[in-house]
């Protein structure tokens, strides 16, 4: 992990100011929160609170010590720990992710190359791309059962961003660098494999860093689907329904911190990917 | 003829060429006819829009003709392929690929071993004067530079003929003259017939046996001018500039008919 620890090491160095003034804008946010949650908490003189709603806003360091509790002592609901929800999120968003990428980046290749591709598959992925995860529930349900079921929704979050950046990186070759490839005797398939698919490597990571915010976006749809073995999106729905709300607070966090981290590592793979192709 | 009759590399019988532009049918070319030798150096030079770049394209096979025969070496061209290598105004080269990549791609394809692979684009970027540059990806190098790793990549098929798309048209003056130099040394080591496209007298004039004058569109050859003087030549000598301004004179007559053609509504 040397090139992670540099690249912290560089971050530091290099833009200390943008990591001071992030820590400065958290800091914000979190003083904001803990003046809104004192203000719901707070009692008139005369008796009561201000809306009677101060269970549903707790104090900022209720949520962290749910956070911390919620890796060292077990989910009353089902004895699970929050590294365990961790796990059997990762798990439907990296099967969505994988069976994404492997149906997206042909699909998104010849749409973005072949017009009649494009024919078909636009009107479908025009229909589909707007539709909420949510809607997909019931019918997921049927088809998928509970273990495919969220994996199908997260797949879904993932899938769009992933198609329609690699089919615009397709389709934006630049037509010369096929000419040249033609003239150095490239057939369809070199042509295909040797210069748009490299061309389209770029679009392609930002359609997987996109699909990955995405991805866990679904994850408490995917989760109220089925949720065998827990989940961070399980967690959030079921620690509000049992009125445990610093605990659902908790899980957005957790879910907060994971698509940072994932997308963090999509773009370290990405910087990798621009190295290793001379492009900056 | 007799025994030591020249093979004829290119040649180009009634060549028409015809643009669907929308609702509009564009005669790009029309009875275009050229032979160009075995090991012969040839510009074509004329008006913009006169179709220079389209009897190139449809030579490398990148562009249909509407009529007419195009041979090379005496077979039909039917699509792109190896033995016509091609160099482009904007270089393209593979921007992922390092300066041995990009030479090595055509043998790559035609599924060369790497070793034999190596041995080849060494020799090319020694030939083209990149040597230290193999690892650079062409981000990191000058126009100048790129278009030798053009014009080592289209040698490395070594292709019968080498059609080159106004090569230097979009480097600075200083860079483009000393192409022109290092061009005809790969020229005459390499022993390639040469077809390029210009829009600058001078280049052509410097460069080529013969010069092929082109009217304004629809294209066809107007005049066919015989530089005929011993290299290296001297741009400020009195017979370049007897050529010069003969070649200049003829294109001169085409730039105002195109103009006036512009001019007037059809």
């Known amino acids: ?280 | 003829m007799d025994g030591n009759e020249v093979r004829q590399s290119i040649v180009l019988k009634d060549l028409s060429k015809v643009f669907q532009k929308d609702d509009r049918t564009v005669r790009a070319l029309e009875g275009f006819e050229l032979q160009v030798s075995d090991g012969e150096f040839v510009c074509l030079l004329g008006p913009s829009g006169c179709g220079k770049t389209t009897v190139l394209r449809i030579i490398a096979g990148l562009e249909d003709k509407s009529g007419g025969e195009v041979l090379v070496h005496g077979r039909e061209v039917t699509s792109a392929g190896p033995d016509r290598g091609m160099v482009f105004q904007e270089f393209a080269l593979f921007p992922w690929r390092t300066v041995r990549k990009n030479i090595e791609f055509g043998l790559e394809i035609k599924g060369v071993p790497p070793e034999k692979r190596t041995e080849v684009s060494a020799r090319l970027i020694d030939l083209v004067g990149l040597k230290g540059f193999e690892n650079a990806h062409p981000g990191e190098l000058s126009g100048g530079m790129k278009q030798r790793v053009g014009i080592a990549r289209a040698l490395a098929n070594d292709p019968e003929v080498l059609l080159m798309d106004e090569p230097f048209g979009s480097l600075d003056a200083q860079t483009r003259n000393l192409l022109q130099k290092e061009l005809l040394r790969i020229w005459s080591a390499t022993k390639k017939t040469v077809l390029f496209v210009t829009h600058s007298v001078d280049e052509a004039v410097f460069l080529a046996d013969r010069i092929v004058v082109m009217t304004a569109r629809p294209g066809k050859v107007r005049e066919i001018i015989d530089v005929g003087l011993p290299r290296p030549r001297d741009r400020t000598s009195a017979e370049f500039i007897a050529v010069r301004g003969k070649v200049l004179s003829e294109l001169d007559e085409e730039f105002e008919k195109a103009r006036a053609k512009e001019l007037s509504p059809e």
């Open chain 1, 1 to 280: 992990m040397d090139g992670f620890v540099g690249w912290i090491e560089r971050l530091l160095l290099q833009n200390w100011r943008r990591v001071a003034l992030g820590i400065v804008s958290v800091l914000l946010f979190i003083a904001i929160w803990w003046t809104y949650s004192a203000y719901l908490h707070a009692e008139w003189p005369f008796g009561g609170t201000p809306s009677g709603a101060a269970e549903y806003v707790p104090y900022p360091d209720d949520v962290l010590s749910a956070f911390v509790d919620s890796f060292v002592k077990p989910d009353p609901a089902n004895g699970l720990y929050m590294t365990d929800n961790i796990a059997s999120s990762l798990e439907r968003i990296l099967f969505g992710f994988v069976i994404a990428f492997a149906v997206a980046v042909p699909a998104g290749l010849l749409m973005g190359r072949l017009w009649k591709a494009d024919a078909v598959g636009k009107p479908i992925v025009e229909l589909f791309r707007p539709i909420p995860p949510l809607a997909w529930i019931p019918i997921f349900l049927i088809v998928f059962g509970i273990t495919w079921g969220p994996i199908a929704i997260v797949f879904l979050g993932i899938f769009f961003p992933i198609l329609i950046n690699t089919t615009f990186g397709a389709s934006n070759v630049d037509p010369v660098l096929v000419d040249a490839a033609k003239t150095l005797g490239a057939r369809r398939s070199d042509v295909f494999l040797k210069v748009i698919l490299p061309y389209t490597i770029p679009y392609l990571m930002t359609g997987i860093k996109v699909g990955f915010g995405i991805g866990w976006m679904c994850i408490v749809a995917a989760e109220m689907l089925g949720s065998v073995g827990g989940g961070v999106g399980y967690y959030i729905f079921s620690s509000s329904g049992l009125g445990r709300y610093e605990f659902m607070y908790a899980g957005m966090l957790v879910i907060g911190l994971l698509s940072a981290l994932t997308t963090g590592l999509a773009g370290l793979v990405e910087r990798r990917f621009y190295r290793w192709m001379g492009m900056k």
